[in-house]
């Protein structure tokens, strides 16, 4: 691939980001404030039972989750080598797989499902038939979005990210509408709250079939082809793997919470979960935006680029997350109590170890995605996937020996780095990747901003004593700091002059137009 075109994909994912950024900032803000109206509409009980309620439908996704990265993966793929009959024909099979997986999906909840929230799990007696309709609803939800993952799938596969950012900001807003009514609604605020969001999920699945028609390949018809099939869930069949193994560790862990600690540790993980779902849209957007890139730079044989880019990827990351992570860990009680005016016991904890496995987690997404473009993912599913799937029994034997609810999050991040050292590995020996190389650019790179980053905000956190002022001077030092940091030791001299021409240039642009 030829300099002046790596420099329009260099362009391209840096609009795509942007674009995702300014969606993500918005949506932070409305989900924020959501999560604390529906908390409060609710009461930690029904928030905590539709956490756990929503969390055992999606248990049953293990091989839909498999399936859409498999997807995803095709679609870009055949992208990235130009072929549209053949994107055609994946596109028309991976509809014809989620809605056959759909139907799957729908039998199993509807029995064994049903059985499990009605005979196994703690929910108080007086909500159960709130809880059966919340299940019911959350089938309902699970169903559409699996019947609507290629339509997305084709969306990111084309970079056409403003779609996204419309699309979600309705999505958001349509949600916080939502949880002003739930007060005013004249039926049970838990039932009510489950259908409208089952409603919601309809009409936005809607709307992004009615944007894909802009596509050739997004006109579904039926097709079958043996091949494609065998391929599609050859790939599919091995990531089932390492997508039941997260499944496992996030809802599994879920509802062994729910076992052993009741609805209360499930609302504080539901709000650890909305925290860390506003904080690591700061990566995933990042992520999105550069995911096609290095598919597509596999499917067109530019290792280079793509090992360039997927090393950058993984250290900007974390410097990305660090800029909202830091204040929030520093000042976790103080942020929950002026959020919520309710705080359920192990919320602080929760969300305080769960920004630290993200932060853990997001130096492998460029790895992962390395390894879903090659489409050789048996061995490395196999021992990564195997290493993943160590979650779910040990937070289960920490439990019943007596350990705190805690202990579920310090097992998932001890095991997220024995997961990238087995990635590092497995990628050398794939496609090539240079250990040494990463190690010193990425993993110490990242390690070493994160401690200097920490230290001035550190010495303020523990000088002044709990209040908004902390809040805001930590915040600002934390900011500054990490973003000095980043800068100057952080990236390299080619990277400092890119930053620096681009802040030049949008600051001519800016005063310009004045």
């Avoid at 799990?121 to 699996?146: H, K």
């Avoid at 599913?381 to 999050?409: D, R």
Wanted: charged letters at 15%; proline letters at 3%; glycine letters at 4%.
């Amino acid at each position: 691939m030829p300099a002046t075109d790596n420099s329009a994909n260099n362009k391209r994912i840096a609009k795509n980001t942007l674009l995702l950024y300014v969606r993500m900032l918005f949506l932070m803000l409305i989900s924020l404030y959501t999560s604390r109206v529906i908390l409060n509409a609710l009461g930690v009980d029904d928030y905590g039972i539709y956490n756990v309620v929503g969390g055992l439908v999606a248990m049953f996704s293990m091989l839909s989750g498999s399936l859409n990265a498999s997807i995803s993966r095709f679609l870009t793929f055949e992208l990235g080598k130009g072929d549209r009959d053949r994107l055609k024909e994946v596109f028309s099979t991976s509809v014809t797989i989620q809605i056959a997986l759909a139907l799957i999906v729908f039998v199993l909840a509807e029995s064994i499902g049903l059985w499990f929230l009605n005979y196994k799990m703690v929910i108080p007696e007086d909500r159960m038939i709130a809880a059966n309709w919340c299940f019911q609803f959350s089938i309902f939800t699970f169903a559409i979005n699996l019947i609507s993952v290629p339509y997305n799938a084709a969306i990111i596969a084309h970079e056409k990210m403003s779609a996204f950012a419309y699309i979600s900001i309705l999505e958001a807003a349509s949600k916080l509408i939502i949880a002003w009514l739930i007060v005013v609604n004249p039926i049970d605020r838990l039932i009510f709250f489950a259908a409208m969001c089952a409603l919601l999920s309809l009409i936005i699945r809607l709307v992004y079939v009615a944007y894909c028609k802009r596509f050739d390949e997004c006109r579904y018809h039926f097709y079958y082809n043996h091949d494609l099939f065998k391929q599609m869930f050859g790939f599919a069949g091995w990531n089932f793997i390492g997508a039941s193994s997260m499944i496992l560790r996030d809802n599994g862990g879920n509802i062994l919470l729910n076992l052993f600690y009741g609805t209360t540790s499930n609302a504080a993980r539901g709000i650890a979960a909305s925290v860390n779902s506003a904080i690591s849209g700061f990566v995933n957007n990042y992520m999105v935006a550069l995911d096609p890139q290095i598919i597509k730079s596999y499917a067109s044989e530019n290792r280079e680029y793509m090992f360039n880019i997927a090393l950058k990827g993984a250290k900007f990351s974390i410097y990305i997350l660090l800029l909202p992570c830091l204040p929030i860990l520093l000042n976790t009680n103080y942020v929950l109590t002026i959020w919520l005016k309710i705080v359920p016991e192990y919320a602080v904890t929760f969300v305080r170890l769960v920004l630290i496995l993200t932060m853990c987690e997001a130096v492998s997404g460029p790895l992962i995605t390395i390894m879903l473009a090659t489409g050789k993912i048996r061995n490395y599913q196999l021992i990564v996937g195997g290493i993943q799937m160590l979650n779910f029994p040990l937070a289960l034997i920490c439990f019943y020996i007596g350990c705190p609810p805690e202990s579920i999050y310090i097992i998932a991040i001890v095991i997220s780095q024995c997961c990238l050292a087995a990635r590092l590995f497995m990628l050398r020996k794939m496609v090539g990747l240079d250990i040494t190389m990463y190690l010193k650019k990425v993993y110490a790179n990242v390690l070493l901003i994160s401690i200097i980053s920490l230290m001035m905000p550190l010495l303020l956190n523990m000088a002044i004593s709990e209040s908004l002022v902390r809040l805001i001077i930590v915040s600002t030092v934390c900011i500054v700091s990490t973003l000095l940091v980043e800068y100057y030791v952080g990236l390299t001299s080619e990277e400092r002059s890119f930053v620096t021409d681009k802040i030049i240039q949008y600051k001519n642009k800016f005063f310009n137009n004045q």
